[in-house]
């Protein structure tokens, strides 16, 4: 009997790996053996005949994709929160199922979200690169010598409220922040859901903002956690950076282009915010030493290693190859996307 084929377009953790080859005598696993991104032209030739396809961010999965593998496509597994690299509209009128990985990264991306506020207020970039650049003997101390606003009473804005931004609330309350308001998809209602009980035991006041608008006049800090969306594209720009505090910060751990670069490098150019902090930018990876966001004293650009730890990659591995093996038995994954 022939085997189900199934396309993976990248190496794997061993955890992970282990747990796809088990399933050798049932399977003709094709793989791609590198641990840089499949070529398109291979992943298109290769997914003909596939029942399951395992992809990273960097693989777009589209019409084309889809039709080029053919109608026994049963189940995509991203290695991936998010999916805004996937055509989730293609995947349901042939109903193939979509499975993810939210949950593995949560902790990971909340360290790093708290790395990234306290990088752009306290300036850490720009001190590295004075100390890195020999120009540490010609800066004199004094009183006001490369300070920022402090962290403690700040009133911190998320926009958007799912997992991870509790999570990285939950990690901000021991700084003594001041306040909390927060901007879902229905503005000025409560959050459905509660994740670590934190609005149910809070000690400081955790609030719905009516407006974008709200968000951006009263956050010291504004943490970008939504989903990228046509409607959340560019989302933050201009008039948003002109509402926000001088001595405000900025940080995104969502998706690049929700932040408007060129409204972002103007923003911090005419200091109308103090500082951004980000794991993500429109046209990553494609950043290159002349880019005019490196060229921004008092923005933190990191190549968006939020879900960078050891531990968060080897689960979001093996969770991949469950989702993959499940959407082919048909059976339930670990996380999926309900389209």
Request: proline share 5%.
């Amino acid at each position: 009997m022939a085997k189900t084929k199934v396309l993976v377009t990248r190496q794997l953790i061993d955890e992970a790996q282990r747990l796809l080859d088990a399933k050798e005598e049932e399977l003709e696993i094709v793989q791609w053996q590198s641990e840089k991104p499949c070529e398109r032209s291979w992943l298109l030739e290769n997914a003909k005949g596939a029942s399951g396809i395992l992809v990273m961010l960097s693989d777009k999965v589209d019409e084309e994709l889809l039709e080029a593998a053919g109608p026994q496509l049963k189940a995509i597994a991203s290695f991936s929160v998010g999916t805004d690299h996937v055509d989730r509209n293609a995947l349901k009128k042939r109903n193939i199922r979509l499975g993810y990985t939210p949950t593995c990264l949560t902790d990971a991306v909340a360290d790093l979200t708290i790395m990234l506020i306290l990088m752009a207020q306290r300036r850490g970039g720009e001190s590295m690169a004075k100390v890195t650049k020999g120009e540490w003997p010609q800066m004199p101390w004094h009183p006001l010598l490369m300070t920022g606003p402090q962290i403690r009473g700040c009133t911190v804005g998320f926009l958007g409220f799912g997992r991870i931004a509790q999570a990285s609330l939950q990690r901000l309350l021991p700084f003594g922040i001041k306040r909390v308001i927060y901007l879902t998809s229905k503005p000025g209602q409560p959050v459905k859901e509660d994740q670590l009980g934190l609005l149910k035991n809070a000690n400081i006041p955790i609030e719905p903002a009516s407006s974008a608008d709200q968000l951006a006049e009263e956050s010291d800090v504004v943490i970008v956690g939504c989903a990228l969306t046509p409607d959340t594209k560019h989302l933050v720009s201009t008039d948003f950076f002109a509402k926000m505090k001088k001595l405000a910060v900025i940080v995104n751990i969502a998706r690049g282009p929700i932040i408007d670069t060129n409204a972002l490098v103007k923003a911090l150019d005419e200091e109308q915010i103090f500082g951004a902090g980000l794991d993500v930018i429109e046209d990553e990876p494609n950043i290159t030493a002349d880019h005019p966001i490196l060229r921004q004293p008092r923005a933190v650009l990191v190549p968006h290693i939020g879900s960078a730890t050891i531990e968060t990659r080897e689960k979001m591995a093996t969770e991949s190859v469950k989702n993959l093996l499940a959407g082919l038995a048909n059976e339930k994954m670990v996380n999926e996307v309900q389209l």
